[in-house]
């Protein structure tokens, strides 16, 4: 019997856990530190099931809505930001604490959306529906002399009709495919010629360079594995963009969903992972690969170094915590 050819494993540069998704882990970790367990997160404070698997060992208690926190609870928002509806809901509740874990760049978005609403101008939002970004952002627009409109794609943008097209603006989601946006971008400017948005898009950098690294190690590799939860939005952009390139790209929660059908006849495998994606996950599949074939190499695919970091809540910057995390990564 012919044995396999050895595998050749390139992993992206950057990958995994970007600065946002730090500090919203780093804010769980420091608020069961300070106040004990348990603390309730409300929706998963990132997207991804092995880190909220952690954190839920370890005393948080993830809920979807607020009603399901008992009063005198310290109560910790997702990494994702939340509507002004939730925010004036909290504040009318008997909590001990309220800590904000939104992802700064997102938080750029909703005070964008906010400014243009007291301007009385409208706003198109790009993003996918029922993602808890989206649903935050949207809830940013309070003026009833005008509106705030999701699209998806191009056909949204067809079909849209809005009630005043001589002051729109135009934000986006975080996580979205930057190629995939521009052309949204570029079909609202040929519907509503007046209309305008940031001077760069909303998109993170994180999000940007994740893509970016993608798009090399599609052209170098065999098959693709983005290592990231299915409802990570972050992620799914990574798979489909291999796919689009021509590489076929499979999402992984763990080594247990590995197919190793998907490996035959390939001999260089590409490894990537969501921004809300630990490394250690990388590390076991990698591991898990090595158990299952023979690996020649493992080579890390050069790519934009990230320096990116965002400050502690100010009430936890006492706090000392452990970053299991990345505890685990060592």
């Known amino acids: 019997m012919q044995h396999p050819e050895p595998l050749t494993i390139y992993l992206a540069n950057p990958r995994g856990f970007c600065a946002g998704v730090e500090r919203a882990i780093d804010i769980v970790e420091a608020a069961l530190e300070k106040f004990g367990s348990p603390v309730y ?96 952002t949207l809830g940013q627009y309070k003026n009833p002399e005008g509106g705030i409109y999701l699209v998806e794609n191009i056909t949204d943008v067809q079909q849209l009709q809005v009630k005043n097209p ?53 052209t170098q590799c065999d098959v693709v594995l983005v290592v990231g939860s299915v409802n990570s939005s972050n992620s799914n952009r990574l798979r489909e963009l291999s796919e689009h390139l021509g590489t076929p790209a499979y999402l992984l929660d763990s080594p247990q969903m590995i197919d190793w059908q998907w490996f035959e006849d390939k001999k260089i495998v590409g490894i990537t992972a969501g921004a809300s994606a630990p490394e250690t996950l990388v590390k076991q599949v990698i591991s898990a690969l090595a158990q299952h074939r023979e690996v020649k190499e493992i080579k890390e695919v050069h790519g934009i170094e990230e320096h990116v970091s965002f400050s502690m809540l100010p009430l936890l910057r006492d706090v000392k915590i452990k970053n299991v995390f990345k505890e685990n990564e060592a």
């Open 41 to 136: 997160v409300r929706h998963e404070v990132v997207h991804n099931r092995f880190v909220v698997d952690n954190l839920k060992a370890r005393g948080a208690i993830f809920v979807n809505e607020l009603h399901e926190i008992p009063d005198g609870s310290v109560v910790i928002f997702s990494a994702h930001g939340i509507s002004q509806q939730v925010r004036q809901e909290a504040q009318e509740r008997d909590f001990q604490v309220v800590l904000d874990a939104a992802c700064p760049l997102v938080t750029k978005v909703h005070m964008e959306v906010v400014r243009q609403s007291k301007k009385g101008h409208e706003c198109i939002l790009i993003g996918h529906a029922n993602h808890a970004e989206v649903e935050g």
């Open 166 to 218: 001589a002051h729109l603006y135009y934000v986006t989601q975080t996580t979205l495919s930057i190629d995939d946006t521009q052309k949204i971008i570029d079909a609202l400017k040929v519907k509503f010629p007046l209309i305008s948005g940031p001077k760069r898009d909303d998109i993170c950098y994180a999000t940007q360079n994740r893509q970016d690294a993608v798009k090399t190690l599609a």
